[in-house]
């Protein structure tokens, strides 16, 4: 039986070379139904937002259980739309996770606001209540806490929720990494992005993400005056209501009510997102699958540490990120020899305080997150997607090993 799996590992590896292709770290999984379906918007009236738009949005809120979902063009405007629902502006301070993609913490500065980073805890990879209370307590409360649901774990929401009615801030649940995953509250499961402990929730449908639409992205929310807001602001501030209307006016009438963006997504997109939404459940089982592969083989290593298995929570991975805990030089030396072999990894993520832009404006030093920066030397996220063969995710557990023995 080892001999055969060698040998099929083996062909994988060959496979690769012969074709000049590569396994990289994520990747979409599209059926014909998705075809179909983006075709047959395609040969309809309509392109831009239109009816499946508002399909889709109402597939994401039965999903999640929020009441309104609004749909738009990708996770990043989903952030920024967020933070205008909440009138974000100048010098208003805002708090994310250092372990995150770029988009979470530019949203505030987009609207002129300040972000300012709290520490993660270890345990979960994601921002910790802990830090955050002293944050508030020592230095200053925030507008609004945005918590991350890295790699698909759902950020520790009921704790930060009770400290934003201890101290009056605002909760937005960047949820771009967890669309499938829930977590248990007072013997409930309780779906990220279904807003139960936060004002307003994002999804993203890049390609590498659990279900895709191309770009797209959604912002949730159980606030209706938030939600008619998020609306307006995502079509240029425009307003289009028959009590604007005088009896001059005509259907074509609008009131341009606040500066705004063209934040819109396509139907054909909507369409995409909407036929991916039905096999979340088959893609959420195949990424489970796959991590408990990759946890059965690399468990039995002390030079690794595994990703968080939270207790009470229905993970639905993003992402695989595996520790090295021998440190970067180590994790450095696996990146390169996996990229030899054609197995494309990532890092997940620099510490965003560290960028430039952020280094300029407010000078935050090295060190001001340690366990954010320790989790980022270490860290190295595997290939985590359907499509993976059980042969490619063999191939990948073998190098990996082969290069840590």
Same mark, same amino acid.
């Given at each position: ?243 604007? &209307? ?57 030079? &690794? ?101």
């Amino acid at each position: 039986m080892r001999e055969d799996f060698k040998r099929r590992v083996q062909e994988v590896e060959y496979r690769l070379t012969a074709t000049n292709s590569f396994i990289s770290y994520g990747h979409q999984s599209i059926s014909e139904e998705d075809i179909e379906a983006v075709a047959c918007v395609l040969k309809s009236p309509f392109l831009t937002t239109g009816p499946v738009a508002a399909e889709f949005e109402s597939a994401l809120c039965h999903l999640t259980g929020a009441k309104h979902a609004i749909v738009c063009s990708n996770g990043t405007t989903a952030l920024h739309l967020a933070c205008l629902g909440l009138g974000i502006s100048e010098n208003d301070l805002g708090i994310t996770s250092p372990i995150t993609f770029l988009a979470s913490a530019n949203c505030v500065e987009f609207c002129g606001g300040r972000t300012d980073f709290v520490d993660i805890d270890p345990a979960s990879l994601c921002l910790s209540p802990e830090k955050l209370e002293d944050y508030c307590k020592n230095v200053a409360v925030p507008k609004v806490v945005i918590p991350v649901d890295f790699a698909g774990i759902p950020a520790d929401l009921p704790t930060i929720h009770s400290l934003s009615k201890k101290y009056g801030f605002h909760i937005i649940e960047d949820a771009a990494h967890s669309i499938g995953s829930s977590y248990e509250w007072n013997g409930s499961q309780i779906s990220c992005g279904a807003c139960v402990h936060s004002d307003l929730a994002i999804f993203s449908f890049h390609p590498v993400k659990t279900i895709t639409s191309g770009e797209g992205g959604a912002v949730l929310t159980n606030d209706d005056k938030l939600a008619e807001r998020i609306r307006m602001m995502r079509s240029h501030g425009i307003e289009r209501r028959i009590d604007l &209307l005088t009896k001059n006016d005509g259907p074509w009438y609008h009131e341009m009510a606040d500066l705004s963006y063209n934040c819109r997504i396509t139907d054909f997109q909507c369409a995409l997102g909407k036929s991916q939404l039905k096999r979340l459940q088959s893609f959420k089982a195949r990424r489970r699958e796959i991590v408990d592969h990759y946890n059965t083989a690399f468990g039995k290593f002390n030079e &690794l540490t595994l990703p968080p298995d939270p207790k009470g929570s229905s993970v639905c991975y993003h992402l695989y990120s595996l520790q090295f805990n021998d440190g970067s030089q180590k994790r450095y030396e696996v990146f390169q020899e996996l990229w030899k072999v054609r197995i494309y990894c990532q890092i997940h993520y620099i510490p965003i305080y560290w960028q430039p832009y952020y280094n300029r404006k407010y000078g935050y030093p090295i060190g001001k997150c340690p366990n954010a920066e320790a989790y980022y030397a270490h860290c190295l996220s595997l290939p985590l997607y359907p499509a993976l063969s059980d042969d490619e995710v063999g191939y990948i557990i073998e190098s990996v090993i082969n290069l840590i023995r």
